[in-house]
């Protein structure tokens, strides 16, 4: 066991971050195919619906889902700089922090918070409903497209107008989009700041213990 105790923590913290991200991105593939193939299809499939979510693009375009993203990246960003160029030399191992009982219990609360909220996180993977998006998709293109929308108006006297209808489920889909995306940038930004305690735990515990 005494290869564990001499394992360097530093350089495990950075393999952690590079195998985190891979087991994340390989349990979604499903998901980001199903998006992705939603996209591609929008143009020739749902040209009507695409002119209309445009009208809307600017529910996404907001500070809210940009700027998490930047602090999830930026906080990553820091670790791997700091770990690579500038303290290369950093060498803090299990033996070392066995001797402090501070900085084991710091490392290994912030270690604990942070392993726990990370396989929540990969673990947690929704599945995208492609065949149900595709059939309300195309119900929405038929009635932005179809003859048959302004005649059911015009018999209604414009109490049902169905393209307005649609519309409005558009902009409370996008709405609904908009405010999922913001939570899940705001949950890569708390996993961010957990993985940034647990490395500031790993640095300072370094630069007192050396």
């Known amino acids: 066991m005494s290869w564990l105790l001499d394992l360097k923590l530093i350089q495990v913290f950075d393999f952690y971050l590079a195998a985190t991200f891979v087991a994340s991105t390989a349990l979604r593939i499903r998901q980001y195919r199903a998006v992705l193939g939603l996209v591609a299809a929008f143009g020739g499939r749902w040209p009507h619906l695409l002119t209309l979510v445009k009208q809307h693009r600017s529910v996404f375009l907001t500070w809210g889902t940009v700027l998490p993203l930047v602090v999830s990246l930026g906080m ?83 109490w049902i107008n169905p393209r307005r209808l649609v519309a409005k489920e558009v902009e409370s889909a996008l709405l609904g989009a908009s405010a999922m995306l913001n939570w899940n940038l705001w949950w890569l930004a708390c996993q961010a700041g957990l993985r940034l305690l647990f490395g500031l735990s790993l640095w300072l515990s370094w630069a007192w213990l050396g």
């Open 76 to 158: 990553l960003a820091m670790q791997m700089l700091a770990s690579r160029l500038v303290w290369p030399h950093a060498d803090l191992t299990l033996r070392t922090l066995l001797g402090a009982w501070p900085a084991l219990t710091a490392v290994a609360a912030c270690g604990v918070g942070m392993i726990a909220f990370d396989l929540w996180g990969i673990l947690d993977v929704s599945e995208v409903d492609r065949a149900q998006l595709d059939k309300y998709f195309d119900q929405a293109e038929y009635w932005l497209r179809s003859w048959a929308a302004p005649v059911v108006r015009f018999f209604t006297l414009g």
